[in-house]
């Protein structure tokens, strides 16, 4: 019975040690290539051109990393194209900015769906943002690019 449950342990201390851990990065450059593979030899997918958009880190191999984006398109992007700015997207219609991180602050703006929003600063379930010519708290369950 004690030969079982130190393998059980050992088992998992291994599946822990294989689980990869996502986490989110932002564009570099105006425009990135999103490739097949982890090379340079593997084609174009799709071309992003919006500085800052978040993207979902799945994997690494050497300098490129697997991503995934807000619409569900993956593949591999180098290093050298990733900043750790932060930054997310609008995933509702209608989203408001608030002056203060509380529903009962003052609005100062509406945003729509798919909107980059760049993050300054985030508390529990609130992140302050600029959004163009607004800047104002935003709540973080309307964001995708956040954890």
């Given at each position: ?10 088992i998992?201390?291994?599946?822990n040690?294989q689980?990869k ?8 450059n105006e425009?990135?290539n ?9 084609p174009?997918k799709?071309f992003?051109k919006k ?13 490129f ?5 807000h619409e569900?398109?993956?593949?591999w992007?180098?290093?050298?194209q ?6 997310a997207?609008?995933?509702?219609d ?6 203060n991180?509380s529903i ?10 798919g ?5 300054k ?5 609130w992140?302050?943002?600029?959004v ?10 309307s964001l995708w690019?956040?954890?």
């Amino acid at each position: 019975m004690q030969k079982i449950i130190i393998l059980l342990l050992f088992i998992s201390y291994f599946i822990n040690l294989q689980a990869k851990e996502e986490y989110f990065l932002t564009l570099r450059n105006e425009k990135v290539n999103l490739r097949q593979g982890p090379s340079f030899d593997y084609p174009i997918k799709l071309f992003y051109k919006k500085k800052f958009l978040p993207v979902l880190i799945q994997d690494k191999s050497d300098n490129f990393r697997k991503i995934r984006d807000h619409e569900n398109n993956s593949g591999w992007i180098h290093i050298s194209q990733l900043s750790k700015k932060k930054a997310a997207i609008t995933i509702d219609d209608n989203i408001l900015i608030f002056s203060n991180p509380s529903i009962y602050s003052k609005p100062k703006a509406i945003l729509k769906k798919g909107r980059l929003c760049k993050i300054k600063k985030c508390k529990s379930d609130w992140c302050y943002a600029n959004v163009g010519k607004f800047k104002g708290w935003i709540k973080k369950n309307s964001l995708w690019g956040l954890l």
